[in-house]
């Protein structure tokens, strides 16, 4: 049985943030190998972006940009919790910071085409 | 609604160790889950082992977790409280040492209290007798509403039991005396700030905090620890940044 405090959207909130933050923290040395791939010449970069071309990477990449998204809009709540003189209703603001990172992976997606 | 309902109650029965002991109540109009326990200890087992004191919500001594939820539970209704299927599970409180049943080791969480410096400290003047004299505090004034805000805690130890901080760290001061100690940071005839800024900040202090919400969400008066405890984290830049930590 799952706790009740854990059915709690402040509690999803953080599993978010961190799990999205694990994510980023995993895809960012990825990121740079891949950029080093330049150091042997543009060819072997070019190699490596025509793999990123297919379209489950492009899918893992629209991933990541949500990732990143999530992971900015739950820590800048975490920040107004905490610094600014307000309270909030969880439930909503952590909606609206969901919201807005879907809409920033559907964004991507149409850009990516 | 008649007497002849019978509702399902699993109780924990023993310490760290043991298991759920299934009873059947007589289901009543209103009937609040302290009754529910009452009940029980009074008609079917007299060794079932429970703390109350008040039954009015005002003495937070029968905080108990009710379905996985820690509740206060002379002013939790079986109604709010019951599953869909008629059941009820009663457990001790979680973050907690149980000591028998449903009744749970107090000590530590009342000790985080004075560990958090979580009493009033008169000033320096006061110490002096012609130097007595009243100090006003307006209501209206932003210390003397912050301070309301969190004034009303009755001890109960939900919040405790509900926090993830407190179950990953026991040395956590926990939610209940960081927001006693916001209280007192608030109150302008405290003289003892440096002293209580510094007994919270460390590891277990406010900024071991998650801003998991859970304290604020469970508490059954309505306080906000989590803003408690961001008003204190506050405090704590101020008094980095070498201003009044109010």
């Known amino acids: 049985m799952i706790e009740a405090s854990h059915k709690q959207p402040g509690y999803i909130a953080a599993l978010l943030h961190r799990l999205a933050g694990l994510a980023l923290a995993i895809f960012l040395p990825i990121h740079f190998l891949a950029l080093a791939t330049a150091l042997n010449g543009a060819d072997a970069l070019d190699a490596f972006l025509n793999v990123t071309q297919t379209p489950v990477l492009k899918f893992a990449e629209a991933v990541i940009v949500v990732a990143l998204a999530l992971h900015m809009t739950l820590g800048l709540r975490v920040l107004a919790v905490e610094f600014l003189p307000m309270r909030e209703h969880t439930f909503l603001t952590v909606s609206i910071c969901l919201a807005a990172a879907i809409a920033v992976g559907l964004l991507f997606m149409l850009n990516v085409g | ?246």
């Open chain 2, 1 to 246: 609604m008649s007497e002849s309902k019978l509702l399902h109650v699993e109780v924990w029965r023993g310490a760290a160790e043991g298991k759920f002991q299934s009873f059947d109540v007589p289901r009543r109009e209103h009937q609040t889950v302290l009754d529910v326990v009452t009940q029980i200890q009074r008609e079917q087992d007299a060794t079932l082992s429970y703390r109350f004191a008040c039954r009015v919500g005002m003495c937070g001594s029968c905080a108990m977790v009710v379905n996985g939820r820690p509740r206060w539970t002379c002013r939790t209704r079986v109604s709010t409280a019951v599953k869909a299927d008629g059941r009820l599970r009663l457990e001790p409180l979680k973050n907690f040492t149980v000591v028998k049943d449903l009744a749970v080791e107090m000590t530590d969480f009342f000790d985080k209290n004075r560990d958090a410096k979580g009493y009033f400290e008169p000033h320096k003047s006061w110490q002096d007798l012609s130097q007595r004299q009243f100090e006003i505090v307006p209501p209206a004034s932003p210390q003397r509403q912050a301070a309301d805000a969190g004034i009303e805690c009755i001890g109960c130890g939900v919040c405790h039991s509900a926090c993830d901080v407190v179950a990953w760290n026991e040395d956590y001061l926990g939610p209940a005396a960081l927001n006693r100690a916001w209280t007192l940071v608030n109150d302008v005839r405290d003289g003892g700030q440096e002293a209580r800024l510094g007994a919270i900040s460390g590891s277990a202090g406010c900024h071991a905090c998650h801003t998991h919400m859970n304290c604020t969400q469970f508490c059954p008066k309505g306080i906000a620890p989590t803003y408690s405890i961001a008003g204190l984290k506050r405090a704590m830049v101020s008094r980095a940044l070498g201003r009044s930590a109010r």
